[in-house]
């Protein structure tokens, strides 16, 4: 592997190194007093400019560095005042450099860390960005398809590629402020998936990725159209898909007498769906004074589809067959191979459950959940879209869904939990997917649910955790890193920081990424807009790059309030 350019320049030259220590080394600044920047070779050269890629010369390495410090010694901080302006008294700024990695000058490898340390009085040259591109890209080696996902700030013309494995393999987090850039970062990465033929699917809570337009496949998940030529596709995800759990968090039944009831009232509609002969004619398994036998010999020839996860049933049913569930668990004088009458103190306790359930599954817009005719399920749209190679990108807009009752969360950690229970069954091996989840904060690291019924989402924390050896990877982007689990971000392979300013979360971040050390960090609350850092296991150093325009950019426009 070769060098892409000349590594010392005349032109490029900064000046020469005064002082060395482990990591950092100074260097006298000659040109550092200059009121502009100049260029050579079509290429922005700072001159001592702070975050500035420095260049050191070796005998056998040359060290890459950035520059974190540019001062004047005391005695001459004031040669620069106007007044003070004389061809007689010098400037002599000096610049202190942090450490990155090493260039093996005969072959062209990245090393990381300083075999060998530079010596005093060895020159310092400003990095061609060309060789700044090939610090950070050359761990992997090129393949044969690359995400082109940034440029070098200094150099439009210079751009920073990653292999697909690189940036995704081992999961991907896109944090910053709002602002400063997440949703384009996102869109820039979408896109590249569908230009190579991948597939990813988008969890896109606000709607704004509904500008995609290449290799992808929209879906609504909630909402109804809006006039009769409305071409939205509008899907479900049935409750047969939600475990015991999340409907205990949605319904959220008292510990005492309404917790168990809502849990019998659930395995008795779905032993009528396995056994309708068990019905009366209103389709419900009525308990009051008849015998026990018949159900408990269902009960145990259908107990495991019982417990199989998306086991079908009838929910409409489900506040009159808590209703049917009240009833004292011995018939007359101890009888117990009969079920009592009506219980009417237990119905008392769970009339207020009964109502709540009853409200919710009538809700017009908890439909595509409780009432889902019409409005295929996700599952199966899920399945054609895994087998159909013109589509790249499933995007399920979660716009419509509503914040009631912790539905949207609710929702989004069962469907996870579906796909992650598609992956242990081997469906992603042969061809990996990306789970992109925006506003990850909103899905992690939460409980739901009342004091008798706490309930956590898990399911995209456990893709990040055990996804990778199934083929399902995930893509984590949010604003607010502090609400990610921090053994969650630890399993991030590759970091895009935009600005953060938040303390906390600057602070959670260098924690997470084991590369990210405090003179990289005092550059996130000033990054501009589209500016971010790249972190990763597989880059030999923290890069800063400003990310490239998306092909169709997201609608991330705030609302004018006059």
């Known amino acids: ?67 974190t410090q540019v001062r004047l010694p005391e005695g001459e901080r004031l040669a620069v005042e106007p007044s003070r302006e004389s061809g007689k008294m010098p400037v002599n700024p000096v610049g202190v450099v942090q450490l990155l990695l090493s260039i093996d000058l005969s072959s062209g ?38 995400v082109d996902l940034a440029h070098v700030p200094s150099s439009r013309t210079t751009l920073v590629s990653f292999a697909p494995s690189a940036l995704f393999g081992r999961h991907c987090a896109v944090l910053g402020t709002t602002g400063g850039g997440k949703s384009w970062t996102v869109a820039r990465m979408l896109g590249e998936i569908a230009r190579h033929g991948g597939k990813a699917i988008l969890f896109d809570p606000s709607g704004e990725f509904h500008t995609l337009n290449q290799r992808v496949r929209h879906v609504h998940l909630g909402g109804k159209p809006v006039h009769d030529n409305d071409q939205g596709k509008f899907v479900s995800f049935p409750y047969r898909h939600l475990s015991e759990s999340d409907l205990f968090a949605m319904f959220q039944p008292s510990g005492g007498s309404q917790s168990p009831k809502l849990r019998e009232a659930l395995t008795s509609l779905k032993l009528l769906a396995l ?31 019982i417990r199989e996860p998306g086991a079908d049933y009838d929910i409409t049913q489900l506040p ?63 399945d054609e879209f895994l087998a159909n190679d013109q589509e790249s990108i499933l995007r399920i807009s979660m716009e419509d869904l509503p914040f009631e009752h912790n539905t949207r969360e609710l929702v989004a950690n069962g469907f996870g939990r579906y796909l992650l229970t ?16 925006d506003e990850a904060h909103q899905f992690l690291n939460k409980s739901v649910g009342d004091d008798y019924n706490r309930f956590r989402l898990e399911s995209f924390g456990l893709i990040a955790k055990e996804g990778r050896k199934y083929g399902l990877l995930t ?20 970091f895009i920081v935009h600005r953060l300013i938040n ?37 030999a150093m923290t890069m800063p790059v400003q990310v490239l325009r998306p092909d169709a950019e997201p609608d991330s426009t705030d609302i004018a309030l006059w």
């Open 1 to 67: 592997m070769s060098l892409p350019t000349a590594p010392f320049e005349a032109n490029r030259y900064l000046g020469s190194v005064t002082q060395i220590e482990p990591a950092s080394v100074r260097l006298n600044l000659p040109h550092g007093y200059a009121t502009a920047s100049s260029s050579y070779s079509g290429h922005y050269v700072g001159r001592g400019e702070v975050g500035e890629f420095v260049l050191i010369e070796g005998e056998t390495h040359a060290i890459l560095g950035r520059l």
């Open 109 to 146: 490898n990245i090393i990381r860390g300083v075999p060998e340390h530079p010596r005093i009085g060895q020159y310092a040259y400003a990095a061609h960005p060309d060789l700044v591109k090939h610090a950070v890209e050359d761990s992997r080696g090129r393949q044969q398809h690359q």
């Open 275 to 305: 056994d309708p002969s068990l019905a009366n004619q209103d389709g419900l398994l009525r308990k009051a004074n008849a015998p026990k036998t018949r159900f408990n010999l269902a009960l145990r020839q259908h107990a495991a589809a």
């Open 320 to 382: 009159r067959q808590i209703y049917e569930e009240c009833v004292w668990p011995t018939g007359p004088g101890g009888n117990a191979s009969n079920w009592g009458s009506y219980d009417q103190n237990s119905q008392g306790y769970c009339t207020t459950l009964i109502s709540r359930v009853a409200v919710q599954i009538g809700s017009r817009e908890m439909a595509c959940i409780f009432a889902p005719a019409g409005a295929r399920d996700l599952t199966e749209v899920l």
């Open 422 to 437: 598609r992956a242990r069954a081997g469906v992603f091996r042969q061809r990996p997917v990306l789970a992109v989840l």
């Open 475 to 494: 893509v984590l982007s949010t604003q607010r890193p502090r609400d990610i689990p921090e053994d969650v971000l630890s399993q991030m392979g590759m």
């Open 503 to 539: 303390e906390k979360d600057r602070q959670i971040v260098e924690r997470a990424c084991g590369s990210l050390d405090a003179s990289a960090a005092a550059f996130l609350p000033i990054l501009g807009q589209g500016e971010a850092l790249v972190i990763g296991l597989d880059t």
